[in-house]
């Protein structure tokens, strides 16, 4: 049986390179494609997740199968394309998403805007601002200018602290003065999650 697919995070090698050729003054141009329709196939299936849909992986249709917040049961729903006949109960719904880090938190408006931000960018710097806007996004909570856990880390392979440093180095570069205050402020915001 066909099972659902949802896209995967971008590597952080390529992100990197891309950064890397930009920074050079030499956008590599099939670089920056690959990482920013992966970033937005990546956007895709995280807001896909949130309105509980899914697309068919026999015929390509996409549809709901589950309302927001429904717990998994095992009715099965049918995909409604002609003819399809596909299958999937709300509970193998819930697993196919399980430890993949398709989580939407406070970043919806961020990924919604990328959407819409890189297909209509023009230039090769357009899409590259775009996808710097995506990464760095919710580095910072808007209220308050308090560090988040950044929504790259859906989007971005690696461990929480992998995708953290790729983000120091991208923002910080060099400037070890401003990754220990940063680091100083995450480690503060995180003890007052916890309560402590």
């Not at 896909?48 to 429904?70: A, D, H, K, N, S």
């Not at 409604?80 to 999937?88: D, K, L």
């Not at 697993?95 to 931000?117: C, D, N, V, W």
Request: with cysteine; proline share 6%.
């Amino acid at each position: 049986m066909e099972k659902i697919l949802w896209s995967p995070k971008v590597r952080r090698e390529k992100l990197w390179e891309l950064y890397q050729s930009d920074a050079q003054g030499a956008l590599d141009e099939e670089l920056l494609a690959e990482v920013g329709y992966g970033l937005l196939a990546r956007c895709q299936s995280i807001l896909m997740i949130r309105e509980g849909l899914v697309t068919c992986p026999r015929c390509g249709m996409v549809f709901r199968v589950v309302e927001p917040g429904q717990p998994p049961d095992s009715a099965p729903v049918s995909c409604p394309g002609a003819g399809c006949g596909w299958q999937v109960t709300t509970g193998e719904y819930h697993l196919s998403k399980r430890h993949r880090e398709l989580m939407i938190g406070k970043a919806g408006p961020a990924f919604e805007t990328y959407m819409q931000r890189f297909p209509r960018a023009k230039t090769l710097q357009e899409r590259m601002f775009a996808i710097d806007r995506l990464i760095h996004d919710f580095h910072w909570e808007l209220n308050g200018q308090l560090p988040n856990r950044p929504a790259a880390n859906n989007l971005i392979e690696g461990s929480l602290k992998q995708v953290i440093d790729l983000l120091d180095q991208l923002s910080y570069g060099d400037d070890e003065g401003a990754k220990t205050r940063w680091r100083e402020t995450v480690a503060i915001m995180m003890k007052r999650r916890r309560g402590k």
